[in-house]
């Protein structure tokens, strides 16, 4: 008999499961090479799906409560507060990122390495005085609202609260503008988003 193969992602984060205690009757192998994801790419996608599930279940929830008016509310106070408190961590953790129209940039091109894999960037212009960029790929806040038939409660891109908590939270005086270039049934979407000095 051959010994359970552990999944590569199993034992580059070993760290966060040294703690974990199982029964001596249980195999111990047997459940992480069944439920533990195979891949980075699958739990990075695992990942998100809670996110999005989380969030459109928070929102439907909220709807029922509060009536159909506290969704966008809802979703617009969460986007703005996470927007703010990522780019405080930024500025925290990154001493030479300088409140700027750059750092707005820097800002979104980390939240996509860390939150939103389902998006890819292009730049179309990056200076001192303006950010013109696209976010394409699957916008999985579209996709669960969907799914919970909530979508239509909401202004797309939902994200556009998240962007504008960022420049207020560097204290930029700038001029938000995302464009909704396409988005489909399937929720894949090309969101252009230009920040501008005023």
């Given at each position: 008999?051959?010994?359970?193969?552990?999944?590569?992602?199993?034992?580059?984060?070993?760290?966060?499961?040294?703690?974990?205690?199982?029964?001596?009757?249980?195999?111990?192998?047997?459940?992480?090479?069944?439920?533990?994801?195979?891949?980075?790419?699958e739990l990075t996608q695992r990942?998100?799906?809670?996110?999005?599930?989380?969030?459109?279940?928070?929102?439907?929830?909220?709807?029922?409560?509060?009536?159909?008016?506290?969704?966008?509310?809802?979703?617009?106070?969460?986007?703005?507060?996470?927007?703010?408190?990522?780019?405080?961590?930024?500025?925290?953790?990154?001493?030479?990122?300088?409140?700027?129209?750059?750092?707005?940039?820097?800002?979104?091109?980390?939240a996509v390495f860390t939150s939103?894999?389902?998006?890819?960037?292009?730049?179309?212009?990056?200076?001192?005085?303006?950010?013109?960029?696209?976010?394409k790929g699957v916008d999985r806040?579209?996709?669960?609202?969907?799914?919970?038939?909530?979508?239509?409660?909401?202004?797309?891109?939902?994200?556009?609260?998240?962007?504008?908590?960022?420049?207020?939270?560097?204290?930029?005086?700038?001029?938000?503008?995302?464009?909704?270039?396409?988005?489909?049934?399937?929720?894949?979407?090309?969101?252009?988003?230009?920040?501008?000095?005023?």
């Amino acid at each position: 008999m051959n010994p359970i193969q552990l999944p590569e992602t199993f034992m580059a984060l070993s760290d966060f499961r040294k703690h974990d205690i199982y029964l001596p009757e249980m195999d111990q192998a047997q459940i992480i090479s069944d439920f533990f994801p195979g891949n980075f790419t699958e739990l990075t996608q695992r990942l998100s799906d809670i996110t999005g599930a989380f969030y459109g279940g928070l929102l439907k929830q909220a709807g029922k409560l509060y009536g159909a008016e506290a969704i966008e509310q809802l979703s617009n106070t969460f986007m703005y507060d996470l927007g703010s408190r990522m780019t405080l961590k930024n500025l925290q953790t990154k001493p030479n990122l300088q409140p700027g129209i750059p750092a707005v940039a820097k800002i979104l091109i980390g939240a996509v390495f860390t939150s939103s894999p389902e998006y890819n960037f292009e730049f179309k212009e990056l200076n001192e005085h303006r950010v013109e960029m696209l976010m394409k790929g699957v916008d999985r806040y579209h996709k669960i609202t969907q799914s919970l038939q909530i979508a239509g409660l909401l202004k797309w891109p939902v994200i556009k609260p998240f962007v504008q908590g960022i420049c207020d939270t560097m204290g930029l005086d700038v001029l938000l503008e995302i464009k909704v270039l396409k988005l489909d049934p399937d929720s894949s979407c090309i969101y252009q988003v230009n920040v501008t000095e005023k």
